[in-house]
């Protein structure tokens, strides 16, 4: 685990978790008890029974204590589990605002193509991001327990039927030469499932765009077919993960029934008979309630497999430890000015693209980029904003660094996302007062789609706006932006040619006082703006 | 070159449309209820094994137990039996196991195969209008839960029904009026139950709108991320998820605080049967009392009604675990009807229409061009022509399946550009292969370095729409049959269109080749060209 996921959590809920344990512990400590304590009583009471001793027999306490345990035992679990998810819960918000933050700051995030956004590796995503956060519920907690509660039944039978440790010895050490295998074939099984699910679902997402002409050259059916095959591998490879479950499952059956007859058997060699076999049949039937807890062994071994899966796919998202958050994040003043002599362009994979470039940025003179698509206007855009590559560009007072421009740039992606939120809270305008931002909206033409939808305080997602409202709604954003660099990727894409000419004309207008760079392959040149032909 | 010949006769043309078109819906969960049928039964059976052996383990060893203490003599069977009867219990249990993970597995596996011939069935037209990444998502995922509801959580709810009334058997065995008590619980438990259902349901109903906000709101900012990283909003929105994400938690839990109530009370119910067994079973052993059904017991009996009565409770505990299966399996089940029951009725189109009839007398060679404004059905014709556009009446006049399709959207299969052109292509044609990328200008492409070994990344991820032109213009160029053109040399720089124009005028001397497209230089090569129009077709001569 990285340093940024790890350190909110433990302060906040240490004591919480201290509790569940504790609960948890009185939870098993009950149900040990509680049948051991009856096998007990009514061996005693049996005993008794046949004699006179049955009219002084104290029937009240053992009766009270079983009471006592039987209902214990229901209200430690439900504790348990109750602060268990709370602590948990609470766990889960921490690390998600720092898996957030990390996310924020990686790489990923700025270079090509966010992947985050396909639904698929979202779902994966939040699966492993699931298993890190119920981890602790779902196999330390139960692990440790059952630890501890080995432990005592285990001293317990030295003490009270030393000739059975080596029986049961011999039951732990088989169960835990399964677990042994159920991790090593489990890790390689989950593995298999991932890794299928993900090709699957890439695959599937290569040919569905393509369905037209593949179905026009008669290859979709054998496509699809391959694709989804790959679905049902990763089910088949599912499957053979619960069958090794099932295997340890059915080893780890074996402890419970298998310790209590052994400490009734080695009682019984050394010599116990009658009421001195209470003692040894309080411990067996102990033995028996452990084994009860024993049966989720196999869960818990899957929980952790999948924790040490997840947490590796989560940490190769995540920023490097070096790249901070406050590092650099101070802004220049105002820019009016950017310039370089020779840029070398870079494709999002970092391997150089075309000549170096002569790029002269002025506030109030848009820069309009145009070329064919795949030529790497948008990857020109992200290295002038500072996203990708470690150029420095001089401004006014000096060179900037990309970390300098990216604290003063705001970067409106052709893909623009809808933030599913409130329209105020999509238009990243803090402080901005209503009318200011119903101005926005009236310059993109979306007043009356926002008013309709509930106005400033509606809440909208992706889906209920269609591509051509989502980007006007993203030029709003840039018509509120106070950074002195703007840059835009084909603003008006999506748009009906006359509108898209109208809003950037206004939008252009508003900016006039920033650097904008532009890019498009439908505009080929606009008025009052320098062209630069990549 | 205006030689009159049909490449297709029309009457054959509705063979060619899709049986699925227009067919009843895929009703997910009634497929998998008959698919899971089988493997229902035999899950079921051997749960029930598994719970008959159980009791009879727990049976031996009280026996056993009962025996070694009242100092009554154990014979060789007895243990002979109890170790048979443990080690068939963990058998039983595997073998259900096994059982309920092999029976979900072909449920779902059959369920996707299902799924697969009605994708596969599905006209193109219908699958447009699929979003790649939410499909993908519901069919790698969607067969699992309903598998899981199908197979799992059914024989749950059966042997909530089976299981107790096995152990309440087992318990009449030895005492008929311990099983009267277990059984006496039952209904108590169960009013308890439809008091909190109810109150877990009314409480889930009022929080549910809110929920629906917060509970998605950590998978959409990480959705949206680059939004968020480029409007320099990712404090702010850190913030504002830490704040929805605490109110989120703290909503859960008044939910979670009811919901545990569920197994707390089953639990609270078997500890109940037990503490008051034990007492009851204890005042009979001491002979203090009589009462009927717990006095004169043998301690192994005794003992052994204690090991059962949390048995017979297990199995609903069981079943409340299982809540979310349902839930999660009926979300599916719909979430994949939604998916593969999509309907579209085809555009009014007159226009395309008309141009169909127009085209039903195709040369066998020579360039067709489709003109026309955005609107008026270029794209449709196109699809309608090869038979894969919606509807019934489809009049497709080139047989699907038998072109080759010229796009922004074609595929590109391979990992490098030579793989990518010469694909499922003859031996003949891939020997040129190199001639053609370089006469299609795919060799000097300063974005494509590398030549014929250029990687193209999976599905040709790394290259642009006029790359992937291309490369499907050289496919074509190397095939043999009817060509379709969506568009060929919209989005290209001009020396790039010129070659594509080449290419395809090339193409047009020996096979046929249906462009749509709006580009003058393409329709100046025509031999034939159709200018639609949304009030019908014009035919102009080339």
Same mark, same amino acid.
């Given at each position: 685990m990285t340093s940024h996921t790890a350190m909110p959590e433990r302060r906040d809920t240490a004591t919480l978790w201290r509790l569940t344990i504790l609960l948890g512990a009185a939870g098993l400590a009950c149900a040990i008890l509680l049948g051991g304590l009856s096998a007990w009583f009514l061996g005693s009471v049996a005993i008794a029974g046949l004699s006179a001793a049955a009219l002084t027999f104290n029937f009240h306490v053992p009766a009270a204590f079983v009471r006592l345990f039987a209902l214990g035992r229901t209200a430690t679990r439900y504790g348990e589990r109750l602060l268990g998810h709370k602590a948990a819960l609470a766990d889960q918000t921490s690390r998600r605002i720092a898996l957030f933050g990390a996310l924020a700051h990686g790489p990923a995030a700025r270079?090509? &193509?966010?992947?985050?956004? *396909?639904p698929a590796r979202l779902a994966d995503y939040l699966d492993d991001v699931e298993d890190l956060d119920f981890a602790t519920l779902r196999t330390d907690l139960p692990a440790r327990l059952l630890l501890a509660g080995l432990t005592v039944a285990v001293v317990a039978t030295a003490v009270?039927? /030393?000739?059975a440790l080596a029986p049961i010895a011999l039951l732990i050490g088989v169960m835990g030469l399964g677990l042994r295998r159920l991790l090593r074939e489990g890790e390689a099984c989950w593995q298999a499932v991932r890794d299928r699910r993900r090709q699957g679902a890439e695959a599937f997402g290569r040919i569905l765009p393509s369905v037209v002409p593949l179905q026009a050259e008669g290859a979709w059916p054998g496509r699809c077919a391959a694709a989804l095959d790959l679905f049902s591998q990763a089910e088949d490879a599912l499957a053979a993960l619960r069958l090794a479950q099932a295997r340890t499952d059915a080893l780890a059956f074996l402890l419970g029934p298998g310790a209590a007859v052994s400490v009734m058997a080695a009682a019984w060699i050394a010599g116990a008979r009658g009421a001195e076999l209470l003692v040894p049949a309080f411990l067996a039937f102990a033995w028996l309630a452990l084994g009860e807890a024993v049966q989720s062994v196999s869960r818990m071994a899957v929980a952790a497999l999948r924790r040490k899966t997840a947490q590796a796919e989560i940490d190769s998202w995540?920023?490097?430890?070096?790249? &901070?958050?406050?590092?650099?994040?101070f802004a220049p003043a105002h820019m009016t000015h950017l310039h370089r002599h020779s840029l070398r362009r870079r494709a999002p994979d970092g391997r150089p693209l075309g000549d170096p470039l002569f790029i002269e940025l002025k506030a109030g003179r848009p820069t309009l980029l145009i070329g064919p698509? &795949?030529? &790497?206007k948008t990857s020109l855009l992200k290295q002038i904003a500072g996203w990708i590559g470690d150029d420095a560009l001089t401004g006014q007072a000096g060179p900037l660094c990309p970390a300098q421009r990216a604290a003063s740039a705001m970067l409106c992606p052709h893909d623009a996302a809808i933030l599913a939120d409130t329209v105020r809270a999509n238009l990243?305008?803090?402080?901005?007062c209503d009318a200011e931002l119903w101005q926005a909206l009236e310059a993109v033409e979306l007043a009356g789609r926002i008013q309709e939808a509930g106005g400033l305080d509606g809440w909208i997602t992706? *889906?209920?706006?269609?591509l051509g409202e989502a980007q006007r709604l993203n030029l709003a954003r840039a018509w509120l932006s106070d950074k002195s660099l703007v840059l835009l990727d084909? /603003?008006?894409?999506?748009?009906?040619p006359l509108q898209g000419r109208r809003i950037l004309t206004r939008l252009l207008e508003r900016l006039s006082d920033r650097i904008v760079v532009l890019s498009s392959h439908g505009v080929a040149e606009w008025p009052g703006s320098v062209t630069l032909r990549l | 070159m205006r030689q009159k010949c049909?490449?297709?006769?029309?009457?054959?043309?509705? $063979?060619?449309?899709?049986?699925?078109?227009? $067919?009843?819906?895929?009703?997910a969960l009634d497929k998998a209820n008959s698919l899971g049928k089988s493997g229902l039964r035999r899950l079921l059976a051997w749960q029930l094994v598994r719970s008959a052996v159980r009791i009879g383990s727990a049976g031996s060893l009280a026996l056993l137990f009962g025996a070694l203490i009242m100092g009554e003599s154990v014979t060789p069977a007895l243990v002979v039996a109890v170790a048979a009867l443990v080690a068939a219990a963990a058998l039983a249990s595997l073998m259900a196991d096994r059982c309920q993970a092999l029976a979900e597995t072909s449920v779902s596996k059959a369920l996707r195969v299902a799924l697969r011939e009605r994708l596969q069935a599905m006209p193109a037209g219908l699958q447009r209008k699929l979003s790649p990444g939410s499909a993908a998502v519901a069919i790698q995922r969607h067969p699992e839960a309903i598998a899981a509801l199908v197979v799992g959580h059914r024989a749950a709810t059966m042997m909530m029904a089976a299981g107790p009334l096995l152990a309440a058997a087992a318990l009449a065995l030895v005492s008929w009026q311990a099983a009267l008590l277990v059984l006496g619980l039952t209904p108590v438990m169960i009013l308890f139950f439809a008091l909190v259902g109810g109150a877990i349901r009314q409480s889930a109903r009022a929080q549910e709108q809110a929920f629906g906000h917060l509970a998605a709101q950590f998978a959409d900012r990480v959705r949206t991320l680059p939004t968020i990283v480029g409007n320099d909003a990712v404090a702010r929105e850190q913030a504002k998820l830490a704040e929805r994400l605490d109110v989120y938690v703290g909503r859960t839990m008044g939910v979670l605080r009811l919901a545990f109530l569920n197994a707390g009370l089953i639990d609270f119910f078997a500890a109940l049967s037990i503490a008051m067994l034990a007492v009851f079973l204890g005042l009979g052993h001491l002979g203090l009392a009589t009462i009927p059904g717990f006095s004169h017991l043998a301690l192994w009996q005794s003992l052994f009604i204690l090991m059962i009565a949390p048995e017979y409770f297990g199995h609903f505990r069981r079943f409340s675990e299982q809540y979310h299966a349902k839930a999660e399996g009926l979300a599916a089940a719909a979430g994949l009807d939604d998916l593969l029951d999509i309907t579209a009725d085809?555009?009014?189109?007159p226009a395309v229409d008309h141009a169909l009839a127009e085209l039903a007398d195709l040369p066998p060679h020579g360039l067709v061009v489709i003109s026309g404004s955005s609107g008026t059905g270029k794209s449709t014709l196109l699809r309608r022509i090869v038979g894969?556009? %919606?509807? $019934?009446?489809?009049?497709?006049?080139i047989p699907a399946g038998s072109c080759a399709w010229i796009g922004m959207d074609s595929f590109v299969p391979g990992a490098t550009l030579e793989e990518a052109i010469g %694909?499922?292509?003859?031996d003949q044609a891939i020997a040129r292969v190199s001639e053609v990328a370089g006469r299609i200008g795919l060799l000097d492409d300063e974005l494509l370095r590398?030549?014929? $070994?250029a990687p193209i990344g999976?599905?040709?991820?790394?290259?642009s729409g006029g790359q992937r032109l291309r490369i499907a213009v050289a496919r074509a160029l190397l095939g043999t049959g009817t060509v379709i053109a969506d568009e060929?040399?919209?989005?290209?720089d001009p020396a790039t269109a010129r070659s594509v124009r080449q290419g395809l005028r090339e193409i047009a001397s020996s096979r046929l080749v249906i462009a749509a497209s709006h580009d003058p230089a393409l329709i100046a090569l025509a031999d034939r060209h159709l200018a639609l129009s949304p009030a019908g077709v014009t035919e102009l001569a080339a």
């Open positions: 270079s090509a &193509g966010w992947q985050l956004a *396909d009270l039927a /030393p000739l995540a920023a490097p430890d070096e790249v &901070g958050t406050g590092a650099a994040a698509s &795949g030529v &790497g990243f305008a803090q402080g901005r992706q *889906d209920a706006l269609s084909e /603003p008006t894409e999506h748009l009906d | 049909m490449i297709q006769s029309k009457a054959s043309a509705p $063979a060619l449309t899709s049986p699925a078109a227009g $067919a009843a819906g895929f009703a085809p555009p009014v189109l894969i556009e %919606e509807g $019934a009446a489809n009049g497709a006049v %694909e499922g292509l003859g590398g030549g014929l $070994a999976p599905g040709g991820v790394a290259l060929p040399t919209a989005k290209l």
